[in-house]
């Protein structure tokens, strides 16, 4: 029960971490890629921020298999609370002006939006590789 909930903790502690590089990225990149663009590339740079904070420290152990095979599938999995997580982001940037002017408003929206689904799904990935 404890080990859930220390895996549940972590997940979160890595997610917010991601936060503030998802934000940092979407705000250089803003000027060049636009709101959309950046906010795709953010969200690729903090995803891959969080499976190497979740391969390494949350779902830490004996890891069986490819890196990249690992990674790949990670990303994948992470492309649905993704894609929760982009639409709430132009949801909220369409519908309020607070956002518009500060779109980390936005990636904070987008990023609670996708947080249960994208922990359940890094947790059936990293688990599955774990020797037992």
């Known amino acids: 029960m404890l080990q859930r909930f220390r895996s549940l903790i972590l997940f979160c502690v890595s997610g917010g971490l991601a936060l503030f590089v998802d934000i940092g990225v979407l705000y ?3 000027p060049w890629l636009g709101d959309y663009g950046g906010r795709a590339l953010s969200f690729l740079v903090a995803a ?3 499976w190497l904070f979740n391969r390494y420290i ?4 004996p890891k069986e298999g490819s890196v990249l095979k690992e990674y790949l599938s990670y990303l994948s999995s992470m492309l649905v609370g993704g894609a929760i997580n982009y639409g709430a982001y132009v949801g909220s940037l369409q519908a309020f002006d607070a956002v518009r002017a500060q779109p980390a408003w936005g990636v904070a929206i987008g990023s609670l939006a996708g947080l249960v689904f994208n922990y359940l799904s890094a947790k059936r990935i990293m688990m ?3 020797k037992a």
């Open 128 to 130: 599955k590789d774990a």
């Open 48 to 50: 891959t921020f969080t």
């Open 58 to 61: 949350t779902f830490s152990g």
């Open 28 to 30: 250089v990149s803003r």
